[in-house]
């Protein structure tokens, strides 16, 4: 074989190996999972079954479910609302430091998010600084519970998360043209209306894209309430970790890992179909 | 008016995202066991760190998983990209979405499902496991990133390097790879990123055996954290702000 079929079969055949092995053959294994039975010496048993699904189809699961969609959605929703200013700010900041402002966002990630979780405990346990600032500046008179609460739990994931959220957000308001709100002015609306009707829709790829960022993950992160939770804050992730590594029933595990990655699916068909469906019509009705 | 609101607004932002760092490294000069009060200044955790050698191998470990993963997904995320860019072959769709799968799966299934395939192969949980995971979830990252630059590319380079006699490696070598090496180095530096901050993945498919360091903190915020972690932290902390402004001065100077 010659050199440059031998580099050109090197790229193609390497790469699709290694994501044969170890991206789809794992996919297949727990869409495989799901439908097996379980059993105790040896993970899973070679017997057909629909288990797994009827397990999780108890309302025990739906609840934790149903709990999990909401903290993600209310943990998404504050990243935007937290987010949007911010990333407005930053995009808008008049200064040549301007990478180095978002380097700042950047360079947390550097430590462990775990770490990260971690350090917010000396934020928010008791005796902690939130806590004794308040009570010092006589806003409280009783130091709030917050450590090993939902509300703990909450604030975990905002924390780890914000940063996905402001990241795209920044990027589609960097790449906003001033000339569609200053034809926005000349026609008449104000600043409210401007930002309503131009500003918030061009920036709506950024928007879905942060959510979807924040969104997803929040379902998985089983280390936030481990770590600041109480026993009861459970998101879908810790009742997938727990199925595999406590209860050690592989196909319900399997199965709600299965649903996961179709709410995963779903979210992205609706992503893509509403990024290509309404941002360009809207973006040509303003002339670009 | 409205800028000052917006610049005290981002100042709280910025203070959000630093504060439980800041706390975290000002107790790391605690002199108490209890992080509950201020005891007074004191250098003990950070003696107790150079002696703790279960935390410098975690910590060690971590970095180590970092570097080399980082390095292997660059490599295959580059030929990846190129191979996706320059040739037509049978599987493309499939590997198409294969990189599609990894990058969107959320962390908890990948790593649930990399576990099942590690049992499935015999693996025992450890080193390799987890450096086969954790270049399994940058390569896609890598190929996006130079994926992207690829994309604006002239055809005509690749054909003017070939009618002067190039083959198909020294093509890529010569021409494409310094082309494309500020994607490269971005993508490095992102899966590097990715690796460190990991704790999903990482924790299905590593054993006691090959211990990092967010899982060696995990398993003791249970039974309570040792102040020690702190010195370490406040280490890692002020290293990596040392790099990032370092790389700063020397990028500004280049130019």
């Known amino acids: 074989m010659s050199r440059p079929n031998l580099f050109k079969s090197l790229a193609i055949g390497g790469t699709t190996a290694w994501l044969a092995l170890f991206a789809l053959l794992p996919f297949l294994l727990i869409v495989g999972v799901s439908v097996l039975t379980r059993d105790p010496a040896s993970f899973v048993a070679p017997d057909l079954s629909l288990e797994g699904y009827r397990s999780i189809a108890d309302p025990g699961f739906l609840q934790i479910f149903l709990d999990s969609l909401w903290w993600a959605a209310v943990t998404a929703a504050a990243c935007l609302v937290l987010g949007y200013p911010f990333a407005y700010g930053l995009a808008k900041l008049r200064t040549r430091r301007k990478n180095l402002f ?50 703990a739990v909450l604030v975990g994931l905002i924390y780890t998360l914000l940063p996905f959220m402001i990241l795209p957000l920044y990027s589609s308001i960097e790449k906003l043209d001033p000339c569609h709100l200053e034809a926005a002015k000349d026609l008449g609306a104000g600043r409210l209306r401007a930002f309503w009707e131009v500003t918030l829709p061009l920036t709506w790829p950024g928007i879905l894209a942060g959510t979807m960022l924040t969104f997803l993950p929040a379902l998985g992160m089983f280390y936030v309430p481990d770590v600041l939770g109480g026993a009861k804050s459970l998101l879908i992730g810790n009742f997938i970790k727990n199925q595999f590594l406590t209860a050690r029933d592989w196909p319900t595990g399997s199965a709600a890992s299965v649903v996961l990655t179709l709410i995963m699916a779903l979210l992205l068909a609706f992503y893509s179909g509403s990024t290509k469906g309404t941002t360009p019509r809207q973006a040509e009705d303003l002339g670009a | ?233 406040a280490v890692m902390v002020t290293a990596t702000v040392l790099v990032v402004f370092a790389s700063q001065i020397l990028l500004r100077e280049k130019k």
Not at chain 2, 174 to 195: D, E, K
């Open chain 1, 102 to 151: 978002l380097l700042l966002i950047i360079i947390p990630f550097w430590t462990n998010s775990l770490i990260r979780t971690y350090a917010l405990i000396f934020i928010i346990k008791s005796q902690g600084l939130l806590n004794t600032s308040l009570l010092l500046l006589g806003l409280i008179s009783e130091p709030l519970e917050i450590l090993y609460t939902d509300t």
């Open chain 2, 1 to 233: 008016m409205l800028r000052r609101i917006r610049l005290a607004y981002m100042g709280l932002i910025y203070l959000f995202l630093y504060l439980p760092i800041v706390v975290l490294i000002v107790f790391s000069f605690n002199d108490s066991k209890y992080a509950t009060g201020w005891k007074g200044f004191s250098l003990r955790w950070y003696g107790d760190l150079l002696t703790d050698a279960q935390l410098l191998d975690a910590a060690l470990n971590s970095l180590t998983v970092a570097a080399l993963s980082a390095t292997i997904a660059t490599i295959l995320g580059t030929l990846a990209a190129w191979a996706l860019h320059r040739y037509d072959f049978k599987a493309k769709k499939l590997f198409q979405s294969a990189l599609i799968i990894v990058i969107m799966s959320p962390d908890i299934v990948m790593g649930v499902s990399l576990l099942m395939l590690f049992v499935a192969l015999h693996m025992d949980p450890g080193f390799v496991t987890l450096l086969l995971a954790h270049i399994t979830f940058c390569l896609p990252f890598v190929a996006v990133t130079v994926a992207s630059r690829l994309a604006g590319f002239d055809r005509h380079v690749v054909e003017a390097a070939q009618d002067l006699g190039a083959d198909e490696y020294a093509t890529f070598r010569w021409v494409i790879l310094p082309m494309v090496m500020p994607a490269v180095l971005a993508g490095w530096l992102l899966s590097f990123t990715l690796s460190l901050d990991d704790v999903i993945i990482s924790f299905f498919v590593t054993g006691p055996g090959f211990e990092i360091l967010p899982l060696r903190i995990y398993s003791m915020v249970k039974l309570g954290v040792k102040p020690v972690v702190n010195a370490l932290c």
